[in-house]
């Protein structure tokens, strides 16, 4: 396979990431007085590796060496991308609303580019980071409903800094996959989500014992497989393969469709409205992605033709 038909294959994988994503955020809003935050967090993993652990057994067996070699990168980047973020996330939104959720959300890009110079020296061209700042104004354009005035109505508190925190922390593992061992995706994956377990699993012991435990019928038991399945297993395992194809910044830069697909999700499913402001900051969130595709191209075939 060529590097542009990868790098092309990742991006289309990245889509339907975010399409889950975004629907981990409406089903994380559904269910909200249903399943404490550390307890969705602690059976999304669970499951996740319920189901990765077959798959991965033999990949697991011939990887031993390298896991056991490479224990601190993966144990690092399953606190950070796997553990702490998703308790994090879902903690901050019992405390703050979708708005302000997302609004970090777009600085997800950004943060990955900063996290590129401050841990790896690594600079961004300017086209790439000005393909960033035009997602992230489309971003902002979506969330704010193309009203300036909602900024004004933000109100931020401990739930707003706990999403900041999140997004901080996706941000770095997206940047620090780069160290992971050369290991096979799906025992990544299933190391990865094990150390997941056990990050959430004192959490959500304390939740229980506290009397905030889970409830529900059939649909809670759906929206929890759900979360499970395709936010975690098939999302992190083509999230983490496109940073492999295309980079940590071209990958993250994506991200600035979640709120975008949210809007499309919510519509579908919940019957919101989809109004101009949304075709408005769709326009610009994928200009801003082809901006820096173009720039990339640009350069591609420059090195090229002086070879």
């Known amino acids: 396979m060529t590097r542009d038909r990868a790098a092309l294959y990742a991006y289309l994988s990245l889509i339907f990431v975010m399409l889950f994503w975004a629907g981990n955020a409406i089903v994380g809003r559904l269910m909200r007085a249903d399943v404490p935050p550390f307890t969705l967090a602690f059976?999304?993993?669970?499951?996740?590796?319920?189901?990765?652990?077959?798959?991965?057994?033999?990949?697991?067996?011939?990887?031993?060496?390298?896991?056991?070699?490479?224990?601190?990168?993966?144990?690092?980047?399953?606190?950070?991308?796997?553990g702490s973020f998703n308790g994090l996330m879902y903690l901050g939104l019992h405390f703050?609303?979708?708005?302000?959720?997302?609004?970090?959300?777009?600085?997800?890009p950004g943060l990955v580019l900063l996290a590129d110079r401050l841990v790896f020296a690594q600079s961004a061209p300017a086209?790439?980071?000005?393909?960033?700042?035009?997602?992230?104004?489309?971003?902002?354009i979506v969330v704010i409903r193309a009203d300036i005035s909602v900024l004004a109505g933000l109100h931020l508190g401990i739930g707003d800094l706990l999403v900041l925190i999140a997004v901080a922390l996706w941000a770095l593992y997206t940047s620090l996959l780069r160290i992971r061992p050369q290991v096979h995706s799906l025992s990544f994956l299933a190391a990865t989500f094990l150390i997941g377990i056990f990050c959430m699993a004192p959490m959500a012991v304390w939740e229980w014992a506290a009397g905030?435990?889970?409830?529900?019928?059939?649909?809670?038991?759906?929206?929890?497989?759900?979360?499970?399945?395709?936010?975690?297993?098939?999302?992190?395992?083509?999230?983490?393969?496109?940073?492999?194809?295309?980079?940590?910044?071209r990958t993250g830069q994506t991200t600035s469709l979640l709120p975008l697909?949210?809007?499309?999700?919510?519509?579908?499913?919940?019957?919101?409205?989809?109004?101009?402001?949304?075709?408005?900051?769709?326009?610009?969130?994928?200009?801003?992605?082809?901006?820096?595709?173009?720039?990339?191209?640009?350069?591609?075939?420059?090195?090229?033709?002086?070879?």
């Open 43 to 82: 059976l999304r993993w669970l499951i996740a590796f319920a189901v990765v652990l077959p798959l991965s057994w033999r990949h697991l067996r011939a990887d031993r060496a390298a896991l056991i070699q490479g224990w601190k990168p993966i144990l690092l980047l399953g606190v950070i991308g796997v």
């Open 96 to 108: 703050t609303n979708a708005t302000n959720a997302m609004l970090f959300q777009a600085a997800v």
């Open 127 to 140: 086209a790439r980071v000005a393909g960033v700042l035009l997602s992230a104004i489309g971003v902002i």
């Open 212 to 249: 905030h435990r889970p409830h529900g019928g059939p649909g809670t038991i759906a929206a929890v497989l759900y979360v499970g399945i395709f936010p975690s297993v098939l999302s992190y395992l083509m999230f983490n393969r496109a940073v492999e194809k295309i980079g940590s910044a």
């Open 261 to 307: 697909f949210g809007a499309l999700i919510a519509a579908a499913v919940l019957g919101e409205k989809l109004h101009g402001y949304h075709l408005a900051g769709m326009v610009l969130i994928l200009g801003g992605i082809a901006f820096g595709l173009a720039a990339d191209w640009r350069r591609k075939a420059g090195e090229r033709a002086a070879e």
